[in-house]
């Protein structure tokens, strides 16, 4: 289905992807760049003329106050939200040097590039094998000379996603007799089986405990040494302790989220340029 | 605070007055009495007719000559010749329900999956209930849609030295589309139940339309399908006008959909309009019937609940 020079395990060592991420960025160093995007709700303009480009391999936190279109722009990243019935945007999002809202792009060819951890765990009432290894095989994931047997790659993901010692012994058990944290990593273990460039995360410990959360916090550190991560969190003190890049959104006097302020997490937190960004992580309004 | 006190203890500001003790609710008990007699009605009715049934049934196998294993297993129903075989009348039921279900099950699911995954929300406001008044049309109606148009096209199709003028492929494909919306309909309400979260998911993944619809929506709701073709089965199995219009007249012993034969319901419907003393065992006959058509479909019933059950477990 897939050609194989867009495959990224169908012809390279799928254990390291270092090179296929460099090639993909290109010359430019932003794994994704949007251009000046709004995104509309029916008649309702959700989030207006945001324009931010995200730095490959590294973590970008998006904060902001409630209704301000943070998961709106996330979920634009890799077209979420053409699910959303009346669900519209406009402007450009640029990967790989191309604009994924182009006519001719394929939505799904898009997020088998850019995948995505939702708020809520949502594993496959599957086996936790079958959880990783569906994704796989539905991009074209073969077994072959040179190449890791599915059981290995399912090995690897769980590693990766650091689920793999709760487990290995019970891989045909139900995915969702694990508990909130553990699926949640299997979410994310899912997320990387079909090796993406970038991994999306919409507020992914907002539905954990703090241990759990902690434990997903190091994992999505472990997991940019490879990957592109795009979180969007409520979470303030989270933000300041993952991220290496924060934008911070507000909602402006006609009820559209827009981008006030984007930069190094430190200045963010410490030295921020907009007093609104300013008032908000202190606490004073949000 | 002391006129609600007031209110409350009639004036009396006395400990006595505040007591804990029950008070008399009488519109409350009648309303309570009513909702009860409600509630149990419908188990008294069913009640009643096993009772009936049971009654009627048992001053049939008494009779000489009558034994259950010969109802069970005899090939020829002739109340003439006192031969009561339910088989032939079986056979003929499973053929119409069979053939129902054929039409029905594919088709059912299959608009089910159009109507959840790919319909705009508009079109599937304007195209369930258009489906949904399929189920309202009186099933004379589609007895005669059988007669009329059914039977003639697959005399046209399969010949008519095949096909005989009244036969059960006719009444059994008519019946599926009798059968048609309430699949669809409950198919379609099984897979809108899987929760938006595991499309995401799967999407999120990469996943195509029919991808996600055929393997995440589909196993996931497996149990309400399950439910929603085992509720169609027991409603074509009871099924009677349709069958006693086209299917045919008289108990045959066959395995041809392209004969005439009677069904369970069709029998007891035609048996019963004529003109049948009280007490023969003809009329008995009709009760055993209806005994064994009642503990079939009671028997569906059951099953399905466990088959959704154990399903339900093997998904959550």
């Given amino acids: ?286 | 605070m002391s006129t609600i006190t007031n209110n409350a203890s009639g004036g009396n500001l006395s400990p006595e007055a505040l007591s804990l003790k029950h008070r008399p609710r009488p519109v409350e008990a009648l309303i309570y009495g009513f909702l009860f007699f409600c509630g149990i009605v419908s188990i008294f009715t069913t009640l009643g007719i096993v009772y009936e049934l049971g009654k009627e049934s048992l001053l049939f196998f008494s009779t000489p000559g009558v034994t259950i294993w010969g109802f069970l297993t005899g090939t020829r129903w002739q109340p003439q010749a006192g031969n009561f075989g339910i088989l032939p009348l079986l056979t003929s039921t499973l053929l119409t329900s069979g053939m129902a279900m054929l039409v029905a099950a594919p088709l059912g699911l299959a608009a089910a999956i159009y109507l959840s995954e790919y319909a705009t929300p508009s079109l599937r406001k304007a195209l369930k209930p258009t489906l949904e008044v399929l189920a309202g049309v009186p099933t004379v109606v589609y007895g005669y849609f059988a007669l009329t148009f059914m039977t003639p096209l697959l005399r046209a199709i399969f010949g008519k030295d095949t096909v005989e003028i009244y036969n059960t492929a006719s009444a059994g494909l008519v019946m599926g589309i009798l059968i048609l919306p309430l699949v669809s309909s409950m198919a379609e309400d099984a897979l809108s139940a899987v929760p938006n979260a595991l499309r995401e998911a799967a999407y999120g993944l990469g996943a195509t339309k029919l991808e996600v619809a055929v393997q995440v929506v589909l196993p996931a709701a497996v149990s309400g399908l399950a439910a929603a073709f085992l509720v169609a089965i027991s409603r074509a199995i009871g099924e009677t006008m349709i069958v006693a219009i086209a299917a045919g007249a008289g108990p045959r012993f066959t395995f041809n959909p392209f004969q005439a034969a009677e069904t369970m319901s069709g029998h007891i419907v035609r048996i019963s309009g004529g003109d049948l003393s009280y007490n023969s065992i003809d009329y008995n006959s009709l009760f055993a019937i209806g005994l064994f058509l009642f503990i079939v479909t009671a028997a569906i019933n059951l099953v399905s609940q466990q088959v959704v059950r154990h399903l339900k477990r093997n998904t959550q």
């Avoid at chain 1, 997020?111 to 991009?139: C, D, H, T």
């Avoid at chain 1, 690897?156 to 290995?168: G, H, P």
């Avoid at chain 1, 302020?261 to 960004?277: A, L, V, Y």
């Fill in chain 1, 1 to 286: 289905m897939l050609s194989s020079n867009i495959m990224p395990y169908a012809q390279s060592n799928i254990f390291s992807k270092t090179g296929e991420q460099e090639e993909a960025a290109g010359a430019s160093g932003f794994a994704i760049e949007a251009r000046n995007l709004s995104i509309h709700y029916s008649a309702f303009r959700a989030v207006k003329n945001v324009d931010m480009a995200i730095p490959e391999r590294k973590i970008t936190a998006i904060i902001g106050p409630s209704g301000c279109g943070k998961s709106t722009v996330l979920r634009s990243f890799n077209r979420m939200n053409d699910l959303v019935p009346g669900a519209h945007a406009e402007g450009d999002v640029i990967f790989m040097g191309q604009n994924i809202y182009a006519p001719q792009v394929d939505p799904v060819e898009v997020r088998r590039r850019i995948g995505m951890v939702f708020q809520k765990p949502n594993p496959f009432p599957r086996s936790i094998y079958e959880n990783v290894a569906w994704g796989a095989r539905l991009n074209g994931f073969k077994v072959g000379l040179g190449r890791p047997s599915m059981d290995e790659w399912v090995e690897n993901c769980l590693r990766k996603a650091a689920l793999w010692d709760e487990v290995k012994d019970k891989l045909n058990q139900s995915g969702l007799s694990l508990s909130g944290g553990q699926q949640q990593r299997l979410c994310i273990a899912r997320a990387i089986a079909i090796q993406p460039q970038i991994i999306l995360m919409d507020e992914p410990a907002s539905a954990l405990d703090p241990i759990a959360t902690l434990k997903v916090e190091e994992l999505m550190q472990e997991l940019a040494r490879d990957y592109t991560i795009i979180v969007v969190t409520h979470n303030m003190q989270q933000a300041a302790r993952v991220s290496d890049q924060t934008a911070f959104f507000t909602v402006d006097a006609d009820r559209a989220g827009m981008l006030v302020e984007f930069g190094d997490t430190r200045q963010i937190f410490t030295n921020p340029k907009d007093s609104r960004t300013e008032g908000y992580i202190s606490g004073k309004y949000g």
